[in-house]
């Protein structure tokens, strides 16, 4: 299994809190079968008038291990009362069962000013850690 690529499907949902995080729920399928707790800091900075800088941190604590992931990417439209953004995502640490494996990962989120909710998808293809 050592070196072979694996498709990773992660789904997530949350709250926005009022430090600015957001925290909830995953669910992974495919190459990693699990789900527990989410934790994210997403920021956007002004790129123009339009469109943002997205960054940050995405912890998913499942029954298997922990998966820690940055991401970078676009958020747009800046201002409206729900955003749409387009991100890659690494996949920067792992725990337990998921230790040493490797993922980069394509991250689809919306983000929902008026009911506070941060939601997401990502897809990618995972590379086991050493067995």
Not at 20 to 45: E, H, K, L, N
Not at 72 to 77: E, H, L, Q, R
């Amino acid at each position: 299994m050592n070196g072979e690529r694996h498709h990773v499907a992660i789904t997530f949902f949350m709250s926005f809190q009022p430090d600015g995080t957001a925290a909830g729920t995953f669910t992974a399928a495919g190459a990693v079968s699990d789900s527990g707790t989410a934790i994210a800091q997403p920021t956007v900075t002004s790129r123009d008038d339009d469109t943002g800088a997205l960054t940050g941190n995405l912890a998913l604590r499942g029954s298997r291990g922990d998966l820690n992931w940055e991401y970078a990417g676009t958020s747009y439209p800046l201002g409206a009362p729900r955003t749409l953004s387009h991100a890659t995502a690494r996949l920067t640490s792992g725990t337990r069962d998921y230790l040493g494996m490797q993922c980069e990962a394509k991250l689809v989120t919306t983000a929902d000013f008026v009911a506070a909710i941060f939601a997401g998808a990502l897809q990618g293809l995972l590379v086991p850690g050493p067995d």
